[in-house]
């Protein structure tokens, strides 16, 4: 199974960021815009439309509030296991330090789910770092 880690440092307040992170049915206005494009929640689940026109359903498995973690799982005819987990710390100096792990299957699929995610964080530090427009 690949398992792809993603670490960043947001420039911004650490409850600032888990609040848009918990928001589960808002990723395409807090979190990710631009790279998400619209959320619909289903239940306990999100129906994700991302810029490139691909369409997700994702699970949520767990919202942590103690721990700021959220933990999400995919399983649709293209993937045969997605479980991603993003959490929020706080670093000393009042930024955020973000961590966000997916394990796929099949393998091949994990340069596509890398890219994908770093166009996400991309999209986070634009909406969230405290130079946000």
């Not at 509030?65 to 999400?72: A, C, H, S, T």
């Not at 649709?76 to 479980?83: A, D, F, G, K, L």
């Not at 796929?104 to 909406?127: F, R, T």
Request: hydrophobic residues 45%.
């Amino acid at each position: 199974m690949a398992s792809i880690h993603k670490e960043i440092l947001i420039d911004a307040n650490p409850a600032d960021v888990w609040n848009a992170l918990r928001d589960f049915g808002a990723l395409h206005t807090r979190l990710v815009p631009g790279f998400v494009t619209d959320t619909k929640l289903d239940g306990d689940a999100r129906i994700v439309t991302f810029s490139n026109g691909t369409v997700a359903r994702e699970i949520l498995v767990d919202c942590d509030d103690k721990r700021r973690r959220l933990v999400y799982a995919i399983v649709s005819e293209r993937i045969r296991q997605h479980s991603a987990s993003a959490q929020v710390f706080a670093e000393s100096d009042g930024r955020t330090r973000f961590v966000w792990i997916a394990d796929v299957l099949p393998n091949e699929i994990a340069p596509y789910m890398d890219a994908q995610m770093v166009l996400g964080l991309s999209a986070m530090l634009k909406a969230l770092g405290r130079d946000a427009a």
